[in-house]
């Protein structure tokens, strides 16, 4: 239930309070905003909460230290110290050992943590600083008025503000509203990764299994695994464990998190996949050594016990044209406002290599310290300094259209790991053993280099 009216006029409306609304919100705070001046609104009763993301990256990590968020996600996540990339046969190809990182950051590792533990985290962080989200309130509508923009809701109520942050995910309606802003696949970017028929259809679950798996897949070394066969890739990795004080769902019992392309000429997947169709993928395609088929994993055959949580999603990559606008009316008097994208709203892609998130939050930090400092030297008059906010969204259009390039990069690589026949195959082979092509690998996905 909504327990409070939201104000009709705020200095900074962030519309969506998902990972990048939330971030957004708190880094404005502390960067001098007083709380009173932001509205966030979101137009779900209640967080969505689900699992998604579970990755966050040292970059990410070293984001959220400078607005002070990083301490209670970082000790309520697990450490991945190491990520296996197998074949088909078990054979590994590379084993990518996030300890390489050490000399550049006090996180060297991926802090493996659930989406839905990360948005409340950073939304106890917003409560503790005087923030609330108001919900639901779904935006509909946008105009300029005099001194600011005004966003209408369903609910027939309207906010206005001079700074309207559009956070409201993938299917932006800010975004839309402001027109101009069009969400298309990159330029300059080969062909669109939706169109691979063997890896744009994903499934992803939290689940748990009827054996201890401990011993293949450990918390403390944290490995993971991803294996690539020509049916497509499987990953697996350890999401939570009771013993090592990482918990979600309440489970008193290991959970994992796995992962899957389903082949397009397999047909739709379903949108949440219950036990038996995960059980029969993970024979499919995953290691032998969770099978519960006796001939393929004679020592103990592995059964899935309990699904947690569980999607279907197809891949593509878009970005918006520009992440700020200036918005005027026709007449004098609408002087209007400025809006500025961020997190999925701004740019979407494949989840390969675990980056939405870990940008959106990147995106979000820089946001609320930009915005801040224009509104602290700008006093008023939204026009001064115009040129900061958008040197900012260009930095940021590049660091996203850079991430993009790096996940079709990785999606190529799966795809030639598919292939044991191909050039690339034999190539990631020998690449693999060369420590500087794994220590680049490592770096990329750290997002140490496009910070
Ligand atoms: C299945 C799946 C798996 C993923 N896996 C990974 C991964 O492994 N690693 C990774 O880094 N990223 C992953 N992502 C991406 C990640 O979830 C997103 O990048 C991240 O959620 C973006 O955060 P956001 O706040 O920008 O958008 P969202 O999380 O989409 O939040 C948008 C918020 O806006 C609200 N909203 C929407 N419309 C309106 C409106 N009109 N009015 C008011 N409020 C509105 C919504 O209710 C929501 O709360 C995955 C995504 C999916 C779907």
Redesign the pocket.
């Known amino acids: 239930m909504m327990s409070q009216q939201p104000p009709t006029q705020a200095k900074v409306l962030i ?8 971030t957004t919100a708190v880094s404005l705070i502390k960067h001098g905003i007083a709380v009173q001046d932001i509205v966030i ?4 009763l209640q ?2 909460n689900t699992s ?4 966050l990256h040292a970059a990410t990590l070293e984001a959220l230290e400078s607005i002070g968020c990083v301490d209670g996600l970082n000790s309520s996540g697990l450490h991945m110290q190491r990520m296996r990339l197998q074949g088909g046969n078990g054979s590994t190809i590379i084993t990518n050992d996030l300890s390489s990182l050490q000399p550049y950051t006090k996180f060297p590792y991926a802090c493996v943590i659930s ?1 839905a533990h990360t ?1 409340i985290e950073l939304h106890r962080e917003l409560e503790t600083l005087g923030g609330h989200v108001f919900r639901p ?4 509508g946008m105009k300029p008025v005099e001194n600011g923009l005004q966003v209408s ?1 369903e609910a027939d109520q309207t906010i206005t503000a001079q700074y309207v942050i559009a ?8 975004h839309t509203l402001s027109r101009w802003y069009l969400l298309r696949r990159p330029d300059g970017l080969d062909k669109d990764e939706s169109t691979d028929p063997r890896t744009s259809q ?1 499934i ?1 679950a939290d689940v748990s299994f009827d054996s201890n798996l401990e011993h293949i897949f450990p918390t403390d070394p944290y490995v993971g695994s991803l294996s690539i066969c020509s049916d497509g890739i499987f990953l697996i990795a350890p999401l939570a464990h009771p013993k090592a004080k990482s918990t979600v769902y309440d489970a008193t019992e290991p959970i994992y998190r796995i992962g899957f392309s389903v082949p397009l000429d397999k047909g739709e997947a379903p949108s949440h996949p219950g036990i038996e169709v995960l059980q029969s993928y993970v024979g499919a395609q995953g290691p032998m050594v969770i099978s519960s088929d006796p001939s393929r994993n004679p020592g103990k055959p592995v059964h899935l016990k309990q699904v947690y949580w569980s ?1 279907r ?1 197809r891949t593509h990559s878009a970005i918006a044209d520009i992440f700020f606008k200036r918005i005027r009316g026709d007449t004098e008097e609408e002087n209007g406002g400025i809006v500025m994208l ?4 701004a740019h ?1 892609h494949s ?1 390969i290599g ?7 939050i990147r995106d ?1 930090v820089g946001l609320g310290a930009i915005v801040a400092k224009h509104i602290q030297s700008t006093d008023a008059n939204i026009n001064s300094n115009l040129q900061t906010l958008q040197d900012f969204a260009q930095e940021r259009h590049g660091k996203a259209l850079k991430q993009i390039a790096m996940t079709k990069r990785f999606t190529r690589l799966v795809s030639s790991l598919m292939n044991p026949w191909s050039i690339g195959y034999w190539a990631l082979y020998v690449l693999g053993n060369i420590p500087f092509f794994r220590r680049m690998l490592v770096w990329q996905l750290s997002g140490l280099g496009n910070r």
């Open positions: 519309v969506g309070a998902g990972p990048s609304g939330l609104i979101d137009s779900v967080g969505e998604r993301a579970v990755v989406q948005e309130l779904k935006a509909v809701f956070a409201d995910g993938a299917r932006s309606v800010v994903i992803l999607t999603f961020v997190g999925d709203a979407i989840p675990g980056q939405g998130m870990n940008l959106a979000a």
